[in-house]
């Protein structure tokens, strides 16, 4: 046997090797450099390159559990095929009959909740409050179904539903009644509805992570899942906006009234599109796969710029001690904005790559400008409340102010250790997966405590 | 003696941090000296060294390093860190308190020989 014909065995073995989901470049090289290593060995002790060859390659195990274990510690890199050793396999692109039922269900749902409200000719309040109390639950319960819950595990993801459903629905909100239109609620009652899905979206959690809320791991796949599903939905809502235009403008010649038809189609669109995204996610995820990432990469690095000059000019021309309300409210989202791109790109993350990247360099201009403005915001809420005393709304916002400081501070300081390989990544984004329940307090707090803590004003 | 695939696994970390302690080293020189450490008892299957050695890498347990020694081909290197120290305290003193119990539970026994 020549020497060539074992290194094409060797080339043969890494390209079968290649094909196993969770092994990567990296480990390929390492499996191969021991492969080697094995085999002069065990030629040296005698035996030919082709003796050598197959107890090197039986040594190293076989190609299956190799590739779950390397899959089981670099879930990342699998989450795709969502495989590891106790799961059952995931069916890769099935299962759309169940996604269609879910969706055809919260699509009729929503309709039966239209009708009976009179949208779009009247603007009822209860019907914003329980929006995503309708949709919200037919997600839950698809990934329920898909994780097959126990009994006792669809009863504990159910109880959040019942518990916002009463809330919302008894609590006194302040000149409410069922004629009632949305620009007239009350404070509470707007953040009540603007909290509530975010609330509820953290519910979903518990299904999608098979009721093991405790591992870390699975909550970065939540977080992923989250980022994924928000990709989709908005090209499924750009799609659906084409439609809707095309639509209008072919029934423009006919009697046929667009507004009757967008009032049947929008909604039940927007609601199927919930299932229809997390579907999506769960079974289409080679195609995010490659855009995500991209995306954050685009996105992150311009997010720090507009930050980065934004707290400069604030800084410098003094504007940051009094902002007034409005920018107030859009720099909240935008910080939200901000901490949900560098989670969603650390979910991203290339697990294998243990040392920082200019990437992480990046991640971290953004979170301390992120620091800076949320500072200059909260100041400014500080002073507004020194004058003028709580409101629900300035209650809200420092709330939501003082959420994000914790996390960026101390989100920033790791980040800052990591880059001077003080720390490891692995501290980073256990801080953000153990911080996840913060912002689900949060939300739920607006929810429930605040209107009573104001007398639903 | 066929030692258990539970026992085998439990002790691979330890393991695999002490030989650490001795020095830097690489996967295959890492499984050479378990095998010379146990005399060839503890049966690994090589290649589940790496998602292991991967597993304290991202635990902050070891730090890596690819390097091209002068005759060869690029070679990951492994090196233990303090967390990792820490840990090798931890585990040990786990074992500690299971030999312990186990040779409080068979006076007589192997064990309790090897002691002796």
């Known amino acids: ?457 | 003696m066929h030692i258990d695939k539970d026992l085998v696994a439990a002790s691979a970390t330890p393991l695999v941090l002490a030989i650490l302690t001795e020095g830097e080293s690489y996967g295959y020189a890492i499984l050479k000296r378990v095998r010379a450490l146990s005399g060839g008892e503890l049966e690994w299957t090589d290649g589940m060294l790496y998602p292991l050695l991967h597993r304290l890498q991202r635990l902050g347990y070891v730090t890596t390093e690819w390097r091209t020694p002068p005759e060869g081909r690029r070679r990951k290197y492994y090196a233990i860190t303090d967390e990792g120290r820490a840990a090798l305290t931890g585990h040990q003193q786990q074992w500690a308190a299971v030999t312990r119990a186990l040779r409080d539970v068979w006076p007589g026994s192997v064990m309790a020989l090897g002691e002796a």
């Open chain 1, 1 to 457: 046997m020549t020497v060539d014909s074992l290194e094409g065995q060797i080339a043969d073995w890494r390209a079968y090797v290649a094909t196993a989901p969770g092994v990567n470049g990296h480990d390929l090289d390492e499996l191969e450099d021991h492969l080697r290593h094995q085999i002069a060995e065990l030629t040296a002790a005698g035996l030919s390159d082709d003796e050598g060859f197959l107890i090197a390659v039986k040594r190293l195990g076989d190609v299956d559990g190799l590739s779950r274990e390397y899959a089981r510690e670099h879930s990342s890199r699998l989450w795709k095929q969502l495989l590891s050793a106790h799961d059952e396999p995931t069916r890769v692109s099935g299962g759309w009959v169940e996604a269609l039922a879910f969706a055809l269900g919260v699509a009729v749902a929503i309709q039966a909740g239209r009708i009976a409200a009179g949208f779009p000719d009247e603007e009822p309040t209860w019907f914003a409050r329980n929006l995503s109390l309708i949709v919200l639950p037919f997600l839950a319960a698809y990934f329920a179904r898909r994780r097959r819950l126990e009994i006792r595990r669809w009863v504990v993801t159910a109880v959040p539903f019942v518990l916002g459903a009463v809330v919302v629905n008894v609590y006194p909100w302040n000149g409410s009644s069922a004629t009632e239109a949305f620009g007239s609620s009350s404070d509470t009652e707007v953040l009540a509805i603007l909290a509530l899905p975010v609330a509820l979206w953290f519910v979903i959690a518990y299904p999608y992570m098979g009721g093991l809320l405790r591992a870390h791991e699975r909550r970065m796949d939540f977080v992923r899942f989250t980022g994924e599903w928000f990709i989709y939905y908005v090209l499924i809502a750009l799609g659906g906006g084409v439609l809707m235009g095309l639509t209008a403008a072919i029934l423009e010649p006919t009697d046929v009234d667009i507004d009757q038809v967008a009032a049947w189609v929008v909604p039940s669109g927007a609601a199927g599109a919930v299932v229809v995204a997390a579907w999506l996610v769960e079974s289409k995820q080679r195609v995010v796969e490659n855009m995500a990432p991209v995306l954050t990469m685009l996105f992150t690095p311009l997010f720090a710029v507009m930050l980065a000059s934004a707290a400069l000019v604030y800084a410098v021309t003094g504007l940051g001690g009094a902002f007034d309300r409005e920018l107030v409210g859009v720099l909240d989202a935008l910080l939200v904005v901000v901490l949900a791109l560098v989670l969603y790109g650390m979910s991203a993350r290339d697990a294998s790559t243990s040392s920082p990247s200019w990437m992480d360099g990046i991640q971290l201009g953004a979170v301390v400008s992120a620091l800076v403005l949320d500072l200059m915001v909260l100041g400014t809420m500080v002073a507004r409340i020194g004058d003028l005393g709580f409101t629900p709304n300035r209650t809200a916002a420092l709330g939501l102010n003082l959420v994000l400081l914790a996390n960026l501070a101390v989100a920033g300081w790791l980040a800052a250790r990591f880059l001077a390989r003080r720390t490891t990544f692995h501290r980073l984004e256990r801080w953000q997966t153990t911080y996840l329940p913060v912002f689900a307090l949060f939300a739920a707090a607006v929810v429930v405590v605040l209107p009573p803590l104001f007398g639903f004003r």
